[in-house]
């Protein structure tokens, strides 16, 4: 933090120096072309280009615009540009021209450093206000407890699923609910934040979201049946390992269904997980700790809905 700030004040000092130079060679400038052209008012053009200097680069550079501006009059207000004589009409010329340089930089400067405050303000308040919808959107995206996505981050996600290739597994942790009545809601919590820990550890932490209460969806893009079943196993031996732990006498077991296909339309997703939902019912009959995958098959899907088990959730 301390570096940046000496960074920041680096930045600025060298902003200011290159300001006082800048506008100090743009007054000389004019100056200079105002002298050979040997302009009746040369006043107009040096005001012009001392508030434009001021204006971009602020007091400091307006004061040493000021002083350009200042000992040019002096040098053409003078008799036998002496800088010392002055006739008594100069002297009163001199002598406003020299209020109204010092004015104009004050008020033009003071206008500057306002205007530099307040957009360093707005900079600041936007930069908080991202970050704040940034960690609103991940709060209102990420479920508190597990630290995985959740539904409303599905929803968001659905339409990106279209025309993909993908593995829409459903997991369920098996009697869950009598594990919550017999340890307790604590042990329930921590369980279900390990859960989502080990679905995290065996795929990409995007393609998994708590989908229930006790009920986890994986939608794996892209990703090979080898790589896919490669993640099933590490699946398996995350959920070993936590058996292994202070869990062994809680009974800690699940059932997983998946299936394979293409989203080729906006009704396909939802299908697919319905059918992960008829393959995870089949892992469970088959004994705890199974995961029980097929292909997607719209033939099989309609008869599903026929038998009146359309009826999805998203």
Same mark, same amino acid.
């Given at each position: 933090?301390?570096?940046?700030?000496?960074?920041?004040?680096?930045?600025?000092?060298?902003?200011?120096?290159?300001?006082?130079?800048?506008?100090?060679?743009?007054?000389?400038?004019?100056?200079?072309?105002?002298?050979?052209?040997?302009?009746?008012?040369?006043?107009?053009?040096?005001?012009?280009?001392?508030?434009?200097?001021?204006?971009?680069?602020?007091?400091?550079?307006?004061?040493?615009?000021?002083?350009?501006?200042?000992?040019?009059?002096?040098?053409?207000?003078?008799?036998?540009?002496?800088?010392?004589?002055?006739?008594?009409?100069?002297?009163?010329?001199?002598?406003?021209?020299?209020?109204?340089?010092?004015?104009?930089?004050?008020?033009?400067?003071?206008?500057?450093?306002?205007?530099?405050?307040?957009?360093?303000?707005?900079?600041?308040?936007?930069?908080?206000?991202?970050?704040?919808?940034?960690?609103?959107?991940?709060?209102?995206? $990420? *479920?508190?407890?597990?630290?995985?996505? +959740?539904?409303? =981050?599905?929803?968001?996600?659905?339409?990106?699923?279209? /025309?993909? %290739?993908?593995?829409?597994?459903?997991?369920?942790?098996d009697d869950f609910k009598?594990?919550?009545?017999?340890?307790?809601?604590?042990?329930?919590?921590?369980?279900?934040?390990?859960?989502?820990?080990?679905?995290?550890?065996?795929?990409?932490?995007?393609?998994?979201?708590?989908?229930?209460?006790?009920?986890?969806?994986?939608?794996?893009?892209?990703?090979?049946?080898?790589?896919?079943?490669?993640?099933?196993?590490?699946?398996?031996k995350g959920f070993d390992?936590?058996?292994? $732990? *202070?869990?062994?006498?809680?009974?800690? +077991?699940?059932? =997983?269904?998946?299936?394979?296909?293409?989203?080729?339309? /906006?009704? %396909?997703?939802?299908?697919?997980?319905?059918?992960?939902?008829?393959?995870?019912?089949?892992?469970?009959?088959?004994?705890?700790?199974?995961?029980?995958?097929?292909?997607?098959?719209?033939?099989?899907?309609?008869?599903?809905?026929?038998?009146?088990?359309?009826?999805?959730?998203?």
């Open positions: 933090m301390e570096e940046r700030q000496m960074r920041l004040k680096l930045k600025r000092k060298q902003r200011l120096v290159w300001g006082m130079f800048s506008s100090a060679a743009v007054m000389l400038i004019v100056a200079a072309i105002v002298y050979v052209l040997k302009l009746p008012t040369p006043e107009i053009l040096l005001m012009t280009a001392l508030v434009t200097s001021t204006a971009i680069y602020g007091l400091s550079a307006g004061v040493t615009g000021g002083i350009v501006f200042i000992g040019y009059i002096m040098f053409a207000y003078s008799t036998d540009h002496s800088f010392i004589h002055y006739k008594d009409e100069e002297i009163l010329r001199l002598v406003v021209t020299v209020a109204a340089v010092m004015f104009t930089v004050f008020v033009i400067g003071k206008l500057k450093s306002l205007y530099s405050s307040t957009l360093d303000r707005l900079t600041r308040a936007n930069q908080i206000l991202e970050m704040d919808n940034s960690l609103l959107k991940e709060a209102a995206e $990420t *479920d508190s407890l597990t630290g995985v996505m +959740n539904r409303f =981050a599905f929803r968001r996600d659905y339409e990106s699923y279209e /025309h993909c %290739d993908v593995h829409v597994m459903r997991l369920d942790l009598n594990i919550n009545e017999k340890f307790g809601r604590s042990v329930g919590d921590f369980i279900l934040k390990n859960a989502g820990a080990v679905l995290e550890g065996a795929f990409e932490k995007h393609a998994c979201y708590r989908y229930g209460a006790d009920e986890f969806l994986v939608v794996a893009v892209n990703m090979s049946g080898e790589s896919f079943m490669k993640s099933v196993r590490e699946l398996s390992e936590l058996r292994n $732990t *202070d869990l062994a006498a809680v009974g800690l +077991n699940y059932s =997983a269904g998946y299936v394979h296909g293409v989203v080729e339309n /906006h009704d %396909d997703l939802r299908l697919m997980l319905r059918a992960a939902e008829e393959n995870l019912n089949r892992a469970r009959k088959t004994g705890k700790n199974k995961v029980v995958g097929s292909e997607y098959s719209r033939t099989i899907i309609k008869k599903l809905r026929k038998q009146g088990n359309g009826a999805m959730r998203k």
